[in-house]
């Protein structure tokens, strides 16, 4: 097997925690789980993400201020890592109308909070003023969005470094200053600090709880579904910026389908994913994209003669070969969401659906996307999704 198409590896922290991940998910057994080897404490202070301060003070903001919710059941509070030195974020809560089931609250925990959580609890609320099971379990679910103390619907600094990986700067066209780096960071803290701090105020259900994510939010959430795959149960990625850093996500991918393979390529507790597109009509600044860039998108198909692992790596050379846009964007085809759906459907025990919006661009989707994440979540799944 040549280079190219040898699977990313895992460092052993990594590795280990995919396959307890596994484990605690009953897909792989917890002897196969213990035997994974770790990193030295040196190797895993080198490989940490920085929590350094930002290079310059300066905020960029974007998208006005967020919409107030005028309801007793919704709150707010500011919540810091007790992990990292990293500024405080914002915990936007939802308590649902019904008493708690004995298993304890569903809970939709939602990326960039500030924007998606007032859409969400709107979503929620119409199916929950609905009739029949929908409305019944719209009633017993916790909204959690994952935001920021700013006055605006994005703090695009802070997403950055919350939502990405340690990227090449040359691959970030005007942003090379832009922190980033901080997926690993921003997962612990919603794992160990939100919640611990939901929990002191409701019961969850820990098999009922999902996560969804836009653009660089998508990104994340395919990350945390590659390495940390027991951290929910439900996975919404829309439009998800798979081109990032030249589509090193791929590299997790491939990661973590080939773990999968030590599990017979199944799990024992089903999960559900979501993967949504905005529209392929190019906007203006793809159009000239496209017509300064002639290499075409060579993304290798997914078909019964492929492993998936071994198809996420071919997808990756091609994404490495053809990297060529500053912006980094042009380097993974827009094939891949669906691709990835693909991949991720011939895991057993995993459903998945995917949708492309015909007519919504990548920043009117998000409206829509989430009212499919609320209705996907809660099991009432809109007709118009596709099941892979």
Not at 146 to 162: E, K, S, T, W
Request: hydrophobic share 35%.
């Amino acid at each position: 097997m040549n280079q190219q198409s040898t699977p990313f590896p895992l460092n052993g922290l990594r590795r280990r925690e995919v396959l307890c991940s596994l484990a605690a998910l009953g897909t792989l057994p917890l002897a196969t789980a213990a035997q994974a080897q770790t990193t030295s404490a040196s190797a895993q202070t080198a490989a940490a993400p920085t929590s350094s301060t930002p290079p310059s003070p300066r905020r960029n903001y974007a998208g006005g201020a967020p919409e107030q919710i005028d309801d007793p059941r919704v709150s707010h509070f500011d919540l810091r890592s007790s992990q990292a030195d990293e500024p405080a974020w914002r915990i936007y809560l939802a308590k649902p109308a019904a008493p708690a089931p004995q298993s304890g609250y569903r809970a939709l925990f939602l990326l960039d909070g500030n924007a998606t959580f007032p859409m969400a609890w709107h979503a929620l609320e119409r199916l929950r003023q609905g009739q029949g099971p929908a409305a019944e379990r719209a009633a017993q679910t916790v909204l959690v969005g994952l935001g920021y103390p700013a006055d605006v619907r994005f703090d695009v600094q802070r997403r950055f470094y919350d939502y990405t990986p340690q990227t090449d700067p040359a691959t970030m066209g005007g942003r090379g200053s832009t922190r980033t780096g901080g997926q690993d960071v921003f997962l612990d803290f919603v794992a160990h600090d939100v919640r611990s701090a939901i929990a002191k105020q409701l019961p969850l259900d820990q098999l009922q709880q999902g996560l969804y994510g836009h653009s660089l939010g998508g990104l994340l959430c395919l990350y945390a579904l590659y390495t940390r795959p027991a951290l929910f149960r439900t996975w919404i990625a829309a439009d998800p910026s798979i081109w990032w850093n030249a589509g090193s996500l791929l590299r997790h991918e491939a990661a973590f389908l080939s773990t999968l393979q030590l599990a017979g390529n199944k799990l024992t507790d089903p999960m559900k994913v979501l993967i949504e597109r905005s529209s392929s009509k190019p906007r203006a600044r793809d159009a000239q994209t496209q017509t300064s860039n002639t290499t075409p998108n060579t993304a290798a198909p997914i078909n019964a003669s492929n492993g998936s692992a071994h198809t996420a790596n071919t997808r990756l050379n091609n994404a490495n070969v053809n990297s060529t846009n500053a912006s980094g964007r042009a380097s993974v085809p827009a094939s891949q969401a669906l691709d990835t759906g693909k991949a991720l459907a011939r895991i057993q025990g995993m459903q998945v659906f995917y949708h492309q919006f015909e007519d919504e661009s990548h920043p009117s989707m998000m409206q829509p996307s989430i009212n499919d994440a609320v209705g996907f979540f809660l099991g009432n799944t809109p007709s118009h999704l596709q099941s892979l």
